[in-house]
């Protein structure tokens, strides 16, 4: 069935990065939006970027401009994000979500930075 | 950058209840705006897009209106279910460029 499936939940150190992928089953990939989206525990959701697949043009939150990467694999449909010089602070569930009003979201990946 | 602002951040309600919760943009989006529930230990839901359009398989009871910076998601009669947090969101396609606010919390009264 239609479905973004992430990557497994990992645990950093600080100052380390992190890479997740999402990878889309049974949806269109390219056309659309792929936003990452993270969840402190307890807090709101916070938008960290996205990228449009078909132009491969990725745009970022200006709080993570230059820690974050995102890219995606047209040919495997599957996107990644990149974050790096991680901190406590860093510690969220992390989601990938389809569209701009995104109707198709991952089942998050929890990050855990602890040293 | 747009800021959103939701209003209340919490409310206490009762099965029934018509139940509002308002979002402010900082400048004029449009209708670029969803609404989102999300429950404990769950993934986002989308409800509403392009400010008043119900996604398909959501209740007629959810309604979204408002254009330019005041929205409004509206609950008509409140069931079980319905106790989550609403996120409103604001969108821009390009360049890309998403907003979200900070949530309403609607508990059992």
Redesign the interface.
Known sequence: QAQLAQSGAEVKKPGSSVKLSCKASGLTFSSY?I?W?RQAPGQ????M????PIVD???Y??KFQGRVTITADKSTTTAYMELRSLTSEDTAVY?C?RG????Y????TLVTVSS | ?IQLTQSPSSLSASVGDRVTVTCRASQDIGN?L?W?Q?KPGR??K?LI??ASGL?SGVPSRFSGSGSGTDFTLTISSLQPEDFA?Y?C?Q???Y?????????TKVEIK
């Open positions: 939006a936003n989206v709101g959701l916070e938008w970027g996205g990228i449009i043009a990725a745009a939150a200006q989601y979500a701009t009003s995104s109707d979201w991952g089942q998050g | 950058a670029s969803a989102y999300q993934v986002p989308l897009y392009d996604e947090t996120y969101q969108f821009n396609s360049p890309l460029l998403v907003t979200f606010g900070g949530g």
